[in-house]
């Protein structure tokens, strides 16, 4: 991890080379003079392709209609590749956007790097107060805001209601009766239970925090994720994969959990509502009502899922701040996420667009906020993002038979330690 000095040099070169490390080589900026934004925001959304990325560039489309002048250049970035490519384009000076869509752990990183500009007294950070506090938790660092929230999800059990009609089967509570129902699907109707993600440990998130564990206890600078729970949150994924009561993947895990469900060869997968659109598109869930969502099954200790979501960030190398901050206040404003709600189903971080009809009526938000509420924030760290590294070797590897759950854990547990310098 770069800090200190390092942090600080970037910000200092950044200032001497503004002319020539911007998101695009050929921004002319923007015009103050006339009182009339101008020149090009360069906005790198993260967001799934072939469904939420459509609604996102019509969005930003309908900023430039408010601001002829402006022209905002989108570009998906696969969010797998994002918060490496835009520390390596900041880092060298050429390349990074103007505006960034940063998951949540990404925030405190980039902040802690130099990379993102301070948006506190900016037109980008509008009505700070409307912001839900556990969405807006992530966009501190240091004392500053470096982002302003634009949704805000966790995790649940999505459910093909059909196959657990034919398998005479209800919505399991309990790890345990997760297994118990699977047994009686795969008997009555030939499907698995459970399709579980192996290729990215924020799906073993909601297990750790199960059994009672957790990643670090940032409080007291610990490591805690080759605790006893930790171990034991490792054993009870491992034994769903074993017992079969679930199938899993060590690679290619998103493609293969969405279309394994979409089209009926499982019964269930943890998923968030950022799935939601996707999910509806399967041949499965044509019908709409066919797909139930519940809260993901307890552990020994506890129900949880993480506390997800996504910022926007500005770079602060942009060339463009005035459009910059501008973009960020429309993405993120009621009327926006509303309509954000109404077409993908995704949580709204502003307390106030909950008043708003589309997010009202909305069944999936309906479900999600209690869940959000009670959800398990991650730490805000500038090493949470690099957390998931060094535990997703080591959870691929426990579900796939390549090591034990407690070789699994001390691995990583080692791995966090060398990380966070000084730490126990």
Request: glycine residues 8%.
């Amino acid at each position: 991890m770069r800090r200190g000095i390092t942090a600080t040099a970037l910000v200092a070169a950044l200032a001497l080379a503004a002319t020539a490390c911007g998101s695009d080589d050929k921004s002319d900026g923007s015009s103050k003079s006339s009182g009339e934004l101008s020149g090009t925001v360069t906005w790198w959304d993260t967001s799934t392709v072939g469904s939420e990325d459509k609604v996102f560039k019509k969005i930003a489309e309908d900023f430039e209609k408010q601001h002829p002048k402006v022209d905002v250049k989108y570009v998906n970035v696969p969010f797998g590749e994002a918060q490496n490519k835009f520390k390596n384009a900041a880092q060298s000076g050429s390349g990074a956007p103007d505006v960034i869509r940063s998951e949540v752990a990404w925030t405190p990183e980039f902040a802690d790097l130099g990379y993102l500009a301070p948006l506190d007294g900016t037109p980008a950070l509008q009505k700070a107060d409307d912001f839900l506090k556990q969405a807006a938790a992530s966009t501190k660092y240091n004392g500053k805001t470096y982002a302003v929230p634009q949704v805000i999800d966790s995790m649940g059990i999505f459910y093909n209601k059909k196959i657990f009609k034919e398998a005479g089967v209800e919505v399991p509570t309990t790890v345990e009766q997760l297994k118990t129902v699977s047994k009686k699907i795969k008997e009555k109707t030939g499907k698995t239970g459970l399709y579980l993600r192996g290729d990215d440990a924020y799906w073993f998130l909601s297990f750790l925090y199960g059994e009672g564990g957790d990643l670090v206890d940032a409080s007291t600078k610990s490591v805690t994720v080759d605790n006893p729970e930790g171990v034991k949150a490792m054993k009870v994924v491992k034994d769903l994969v074993d017992s079969g009561a679930a199938k899993t993947d060590a690679t290619d895990g998103w493609e293969n959990m969405q279309s394994s469900f979409k089209d009926g060869k499982v019964a269930m997968i943890i998923n968030g509502p950022w799935a939601v659109a996707d999910t509806y598109a399967g041949a499965e869930f044509k019908d709409k009502a066919n797909l139930g969502v519940a809260p993901v099954p307890a552990g020994s200790a506890a129900q949880g899922a993480p506390q997800g979501g996504h910022n926007l960030a500005v770079y602060a190398g942009s060339k463009n701040l005035d459009a910059s901050y501008a973009f960020v206040d429309y993405m993120t404003s009621t009327k926006t996420q509303a309509q954000v709600t109404k077409e993908l189903n995704l949580l709204p971080t502003r307390t106030s667009a909950y008043s708003q009809e589309a997010v009202v009526d909305n069944e999936i938000v309906g479900f999600f906020k209690p869940v959000v509420e009670t959800a398990v924030e991650r730490p805000w760290i500038p090493e949470t993002g690099s957390l998931f590294a060094p535990l997703v070797t080591e959870y691929t590897k426990v579900l796939t038979g390549q090591t034990t759950p407690e070789k699994a854990a001390k691995a990583t547990g080692d791995s966090y330690r060398k990380l966070l310098k000084g730490w126990k």
